[in-house]
């Protein structure tokens, strides 16, 4: 048998980016990606999709309580807001000057940084 091998997945929003939701409870909201999930193709949004976790009184915190945190997004119900407009934009992806992917936006062909 052949193993599989454990390619990567891009996917057109990165951690630090900052993005809108198009879908879902949270659409219109703005916020920066905190964390990727890549198996579950879902993101986690700083200030979008928050609920309210309980937590059960326990050694480190004996009082419990509620916490609100953000709850992961699916990435195809987010879009990237671009730096230059200010405005949401489709991504591509094309070749620089030195042969390595880079991504632009749709709307202004301006390169996105990956940083």
């Known amino acids: 048998m052949e193993r599989k091998k454990n390619k990567q997945k891009?996917?057109?929003?990165?951690?630090?980016?900052?993005?809108?939701?198009?879908a879902g409870n949270a659409k219109g909201k703005t916020g920066k990606v905190l964390e990727m999930i890549g198996e579950k193709?879902?993101?986690?949004?700083?200030?979008?999709?928050v609920i309210t976790k309980h937590n059960k009184p326990?050694?480190?915190s004996p009082q419990g309580g509620i916490d609100k945190v953000e709850a992961p997004i699916h990435?195809?119900?987010?879009?990237?807001?671009?730096?230059?407009t200010g405005d949401a934009t489709r991504t591509g992806r094309k070749l620089d000057d030195k042969g390595?992917?880079?991504?632009?936006?749709?709307?202004t062909g301006e390169v996105i940084n990956n940083g």
Do not use: C
């Not at 891009?10 to 198009?22: A, L, P, Q, S, Y």
């Not at 990435?75 to 230059?84: C, H, K, R, Y």
């Open 10 to 22: 891009k996917f057109h929003i990165r951690k630090g980016d900052t993005v809108k939701v198009i």
């Open 100 to 107: 390595k992917l880079q991504r632009y936006s749709k709307k």
């Open 75 to 84: 990435i195809s119900n987010l879009m990237l807001v671009d730096p230059a």
């Open 58 to 60: 326990s050694a480190n």
């Open 41 to 49: 193709e879902r993101a986690i949004v700083e200030g979008a999709n």
